[in-house]
């Protein structure tokens, strides 16, 4: 614990040094310098937030235990946690959930895929970020993606599938159906072998103008590996870091490569 402490301390202060400010300053790219001045700050309608944000704080209130199955440590772990516990540790925050939905309002283009339900506050951002859009969501333990759906369904959304998955299995599944997504959130399995693996997948998947959001990319030193890696890939174009997360576009014929910004 101590050195994925330290990992993500160290970058942080990357982030800090060599972050480009928010507004837009010294970036060049005017692919980029739109992204950052138009999507990133996005205003999402405030009682949207305020209804996901209270289904968030039902979550985190809920002491009730649900028998947790993880996929992600390389077979069937269960555990019994409390759905506050999980609200708090594993849901993304509202910061970022912003983000996300702007990105989804501008790169939806009528199919979203996420990878890692939850309990689909994540999912909620999306589904109202881009209304017109159907989002697919993956969630391999089947009593969150039961809990989720009763989110979901308590927020009045007809635009989600829930699927009870895999991710693997999941994806063959959109390759299949020949799904082609605008966008892909990637938020599940943190380990550096399987977001490769993930990624490689899906990425055949979408649309040539996409957008593919990675979720924890520093989390420890082989996700912030396998963030270089997938930077460095011939098939991406620009990439966006924003500590967190980051951001890859897919599309050719943008000005610049890699950029570190300030969220």
């Not at 897919?250 to 910004?261: F, N, Q, V």
Request: proline share 3%.
């Amino acid at each position: 614990m101590m050195l994925i402490n330290l990992h993500s301390a160290a970058r942080y202060l990357v982030y800090k040094l060599f972050s480009r400010h928010r507004r837009g300053f010294g970036i060049h790219s005017p692919f980029v310098f739109d992204i950052v001045t138009r999507v990133f700050r996005n205003k999402i309608d405030p009682s949207i937030v305020c209804r996901i944000e209270n289904i968030r704080k039902r979550m985190l209130s809920d002491k009730s235990k649900v028998n947790v199955t993880d996929y992600g440590a390389g077979g069937n772990r269960n555990s019994l946690r409390k759905i506050s516990e999980i609200a708090g540790k594993s849901s993304l925050p509202e910061k970022y959930c912003r983000i996300i939905a702007s990105l989804a309002g501008e790169y939806g283009h009528g199919s979203i895929v996420e990878l890692g339900t939850c309990l689909g506050i994540s999912t909620l951002y999306l589904s109202f970020g881009s209304p017109s859009s159907t989002i697919h969501t993956a969630e391999g333990c089947p009593e969150l993606a039961g809990y989720a759906a009763e989110n979901f369904r308590t927020a009045g959304r007809e635009n989600i599938r829930v699927y009870n998955k895999k991710f693997d299995d999941f994806i063959d599944d959109v390759e299949k159906e020949g799904l082609r997504p605008g966008m892909v959130f990637i938020d599940g399995d943190h380990r550096p072998e399987s977001l490769l693996r993930y990624y490689n997948k899906i990425r055949k998947c979408c649309r040539e103008d996409g957008v593919i959001v990675i979720d924890d990319i520093h989390a420890d030193a082989g996700m912030s590996s396998a963030w270089e890696e997938i930077k460095n890939s011939e098939t991406v174009n620009v990439t966006i870091d924003i500590n967190r997360m980051g951001i890859v576009f897919l599309r050719g014929g943008i000005a610049g490569r890699d950029y570190i910004i300030r969220y």
